[in-house]
């Protein structure tokens, strides 16, 4: 009976200490980012990809740009809500410098990037060349020059780059991991978190102290996933459809991510480092998605896929004998998955209020005020 009681009153504290806690972090004063620096894979990557090989095609970005504009959704992704809410213009890939203004900002995520170098030829299996290695070799150069160009440069050049100052100003976002899980190739987590810490920390030296890190969603919940894992074994997917061994390995990662960041929080004295639950607003929006206004969480808008034939949104190919083009579903809106990898619009914009106020968030500080070291 004693111990009973000792167990409710250790939940009741914890939840109060929860409670000051988040309390405590509103008080905190907002941040005044001079920029927002990304890394990550397909989820963030607003054109890196598509200016460096091949451009992007209808009907990509139809619901809000109107037009292809180098994202796999139909409109925008988590970090241009991120960017929204923190009153900081759409980022610019680093890759495309055409028409691209850095001033506030630049995204260095390609999508298909890993945290591990790719093997073999580019694009095996759908990797890109720019692993988050290079992604962060890209910042240095950027900064590097940035640093030159304002020094040397003319005046329209220095006009769309950023204050050689303000990088430490700046809020550093990554969302990268997924694909490393998704085309594993036995290596084993600890393996790839070193170098995922290898390279945050590289950043700090570089000057980054407000860091804003995502988890990795529930890959086994993708509907990619769930048609192309078939198992006859009962009980391979979980309560919601979701492949369990797929989602296992997500959250193996996730935890010793969180474990390492931690460890990372007290040997960068000066760095504020927020670790994202992406994987459980993700999960919550395919557990509850029709009570959420969208239809069946494992649809998909734009593409067909199943067993021994894959047609890309955008593309045109053969399903069992019949050709086909894949085009965008009558209402994406409803739908969560766009092209059975990446999810539509209306889920990023849905994923993105559930993180930004930092109740997913460990500390639970919201973005806007996640510069403040805890």
Same mark, same amino acid.
């Given at each position: 009976?004693?111990?009973?009681?000792?167990?409710?009153?250790?939940?009741?504290?914890?939840?109060?200490?929860?409670?000051?806690?988040?309390?405590e972090?509103?008080? /905190?004063?907002?941040?005044?980012?001079?920029?927002?620096?990304?890394? %990550?894979d397909?989820?963030?990557?607003?054109?890196?990809?598509?200016?460096?090989f091949?451009?992007? =095609?209808?009907?990509?970005?139809e619901?809000?740009?109107?037009?292809?504009?180098?994202?796999a959704?139909d %409109?925008?992704?988590?970090?241009?809500?991120?960017?929204?809410h923190?009153?900081?213009?759409y980022?610019?890939?680093?890759?495309?410098? $055409?028409?691209?203004?850095?001033?506030?900002? =630049?995204?260095?995520?390609?999508?298909?990037?890993?945290?591990?170098?790719?093997?073999?030829?580019?694009?095996?299996?759908?990797?890109?060349?720019?692993?988050?290695e290079?992604?962060?070799?890209?910042?240095?150069q950027?900064?590097d020059?940035?640093?030159?160009?304002?020094?040397?440069?003319?005046?329209?050049?220095?006009?769309?780059?950023?204050?050689?100052?303000?990088?430490?100003?700046?809020?550093?976002?990554?969302?990268?991991?997924?694909?490393d899980?998704?085309?594993?190739?036995?290596?084993?987590?600890?393996?790839?978190?070193?170098?995922? $810490?290898?390279?945050?920390?590289?950043?700090?030296?570089?000057?980054?102290?407000?860091?804003?890190?995502?988890n990795?969603g529930?890959? %086994?919940?993708?509907?990619?996933?769930?048609?192309?894992?078939?198992?006859?074994?009962?009980?391979? /997917?979980?309560?919601?459809?979701?492949?369990?061994?797929?989602?296992?390995?997500?959250?193996?990662?996730?935890?010793?991510?969180k474990?390492?960041?931690?460890?990372?929080?007290?040997?960068?004295?000066?760095?504020?480092?927020?670790?994202?639950?992406?994987?459980?607003?993700?999960?919550?929006?395919?557990?509850?998605?029709?009570? /959420?206004?969208?239809?069946?969480?494992?649809?998909?808008?734009?593409?067909?896929h %199943?067993?021994g034939?894959?047609?890309?949104?955008?593309?045109?190919?053969?399903?069992?004998?019949?050709?086909?083009?894949?085009?965008?579903?009558?209402?994406?809106?409803?739908?969560?998955?766009?092209?059975?990898?990446?999810?539509?619009?209306?889920a990023?914009h849905?994923?993105?209020?559930?993180i /930004?106020?930092?109740?997913?968030?460990?500390?639970?500080?919201d973005?806007?005020?996640?510069?403040?070291?805890?």
């Open positions: 009976m004693m111990l009973m009681i000792n167990l409710v009153l250790w939940i009741l504290s914890s939840s109060a200490l929860r409670t000051t806690n988040a309390d972090m509103i008080k /905190l004063p907002p941040c005044n980012y001079s920029a927002i620096y990304n890394f %990550g397909s989820n963030s990557d607003t054109g890196g990809i598509f200016a460096a091949y451009p992007p =095609a209808p009907p990509s970005g619901t809000y740009f109107g037009r292809p504009a180098g994202r959704s %409109g925008r992704l988590i970090i241009d809500f991120i960017a929204d923190l009153g900081i213009a980022l610019s890939p680093y890759l495309d410098s $055409i028409g691209s203004n850095f001033q506030r900002g =630049a995204n260095f995520a390609t999508g298909g990037a890993t945290i591990q170098r790719p093997n073999g030829s580019w694009f095996e299996n759908g990797r890109s060349p720019f692993p988050l290079i992604q962060v070799e890209h910042f240095t950027f900064k020059r940035t640093s030159y160009f304002q020094n040397q440069g003319d005046e329209c050049s220095r006009k769309r780059l950023p204050q050689p100052g303000n990088f430490s100003k700046a809020l550093f976002t990554i969302d990268i991991g997924q694909n899980i998704a085309l594993g190739q036995n290596i084993p987590i600890a393996n790839i978190l070193n170098l995922f $810490i290898l390279q945050v920390r590289g950043l700090y030296y570089r000057g980054a102290r407000a860091f804003w890190i995502h990795t529930p890959i %086994g919940c993708l509907p990619l996933t769930v048609v192309k894992v078939q198992n006859p074994a009962p009980g391979y /997917l979980d309560e919601n459809g979701c492949v369990k061994s797929q989602n296992d390995m997500a959250l193996e990662f996730n935890k010793k991510l474990d390492e960041i931690a460890k990372l929080r007290k040997e960068l004295s000066d760095a504020a480092v927020v670790y994202v639950d992406m994987y459980s607003a993700k999960y919550e929006l395919i557990s509850h998605a029709k009570n /959420l206004g969208f239809e069946d969480p494992f649809e998909i808008c734009c593409g067909y %199943g067993i034939y894959d047609v890309w949104c955008g593309n045109k190919g053969n399903v069992n004998g019949t050709e086909v083009f894949a085009g965008s579903c009558a209402n994406p809106s409803k739908v969560i998955s766009w092209d059975s990898v990446h999810y539509s619009e209306a990023n849905w994923v993105a209020n559930r /930004l106020n930092g109740s997913l968030s460990d500390p639970p500080i973005v806007k005020r996640a510069c403040n070291k805890q």
